[in-house]
Nanobody, 124 residues
Framework: QVQLVESGGGLVQAGGSLRLSCAAS????????MGWFRQAPGKEREFVAV????????YYANSVKGRFTISRDNAKNTVYLQMNSLKPEDTAVYYC?????????????????WGQGTQVTVSS
């Protein structure tokens, strides 16, 4: 089992920044690829970013590319999502998730473990 706990969400004005953290406990964190997803009100959950086990490879949704940065610290069992130039359309509950495979990383099914989510609200 892997337990994931997100933090760092909040209310920010458009153009501002937030840094989300996801702390993992349980099994060896460095064995898992880590992803961030988000779900806006009335919409399906969507992929945001993923990072490989070593941290050397990252991929982003087109909607956040160039504004968001995913990173991880395996010594601290934590994955981060730095969000800059935030827009009102970034408003959502943000979830981190852990997967043992890198296939279809932009879909939900490969991810075995999920956090409870943290709310991000961007005001215009």
């Amino acid at each position: 089992q892997v337990q994931l706990v997100e933090s760092g969400g909040g209310l920010v004005q458009a153009g501002g920044s937030l840094r989300l953290s996801c702390a993992a406990s349980g099994r060896t964190f460095s064995n898992y690829y880590m992803g961030w997803f988000r779900q806006a009100p009335g919409k399906e959950r969507e992929f945001v970013a993923v990072i490989s086990r070593s941290g050397r490879s990252t991929y982003y949704a087109n909607s956040v590319k160039g504004r968001f940065t995913i990173s991880r610290d395996n010594a601290k069992n934590t994955v981060y999502l730095q969000m800059n130039s935030l827009k009102p359309e970034d408003t959502a509950v943000y979830y981190c998730a852990a997967s043992q495979i890198y296939t279809d990383y932009d879909r939900e099914y490969p991810y075995d473990y999920w956090g409870q989510g943290t709310q991000v609200t961007v005001s215009s």
